[in-house]
């Protein structure tokens, strides 16, 4: 049941440069998406979000697109930097009949932002 | 900065014991949930929690997990009798409402053997 896949499991750019991490969602259901941020060790931490009723959402060096009719959506990095370097993983949720919103995740992709 | 702290950081347990991981959640914070990640899996969803009972639950959620508000502010996973596949890192996470993103504690790394 891969309802959110994130298909390459690693990238790797150079600092300065734009990192651009996909994901793709099978589900049509979903109509809210999140990025988060894992260290090793510690729990994710929440980045940036988006609705479905829009295509852009932007936070700081941190942008995501959302492309409904492609069920795809990415996240932009600019500049990238190398405390940057993290697992992000690409979550969906949708809005169920109790209102708890679980998330569905993808399995993750590993970004190292070289200095 | 508010978090959600998790206790203990590492549970090692016995198959076939009962284990408790307790969280912290943030204290405004209405909704609660609990999450998993089987090493080189995905996180997956538990079970959420909202006006002192389950709102949902995955299939995982079998009658050997329970969860619990005892106190107002600390939020319990029970597992009756671990079973060797139930190692895991498992995430506590709250929020607001559940319209946005939640915030994970740091984990629980439970070992069963």
């Known amino acids: 049941d891969q309802q959110v896949k994130q298909n390459s499991p690693s990238l790797s750019v150079q600092e300065g440069r734009i990192s651009i991490l996909n994901c793709d969602y099978t589900?049509?259901?979903?109509?809210?998406f999140l990025w988060y941020k894992k260290y090793p060790a510690e729990g994710p931490t929440f980045l940036i979000s988006i609705s479905s009723i829009k295509d852009k959402n932007e936070d700081g060096r941190f942008t995501v697109f959302l492309n409904k009719s492609a069920k795809h959506l990415s996240l932009h990095i600019v500049p990238s930097q190398p405390g940057d370097s993290a697992v992000y993983f690409c979550?969906?949720?949708?809005?169920?009949?109790?209102?708890?919103?679980?998330?569905?995740f993808g399995k993750g992709t590993k970004l190292t932002v070289n200095p | 900065e508010p978090e959600v702290t998790q206790t203990p950081s590492h549970q090692v347990t016995q198959m076939g014991q009962e284990v408790i991981l307790r969280c912290v959640p943030i204290s405004n914070h209405l909704y609660f949930y609990w999450y998993r990640q089987i090493l080189g899996q995905k996180v997956e969803f538990l079970v959420s929690f909202y006006n002192n009972e389950i709102s949902e639950k995955s299939e995982i959620f079998d009658d050997q997990f329970s969860v619990e508000r005892p106190d107002g502010s600390n939020f319990t996973l029970k597992i009756r009798s671990t079973k060797l596949e139930d190692s895991a890192m498992y995430f506590c996470?709250?929020?607001?409402?559940?319209?946005?993103?939640?915030?994970f504690g740091q984990g629980t790394r439970l070992t069963v053997v």
């Open positions: 996470a709250s929020s607001v409402l559940g319209r946005e993103g939640a915030f």
């Open positions: 589900n049509s259901m979903f109509d809210y």
């Open positions: 979550a969906a949720s949708a809005r169920s009949q109790g209102g708890s919103e679980k998330l569905v």
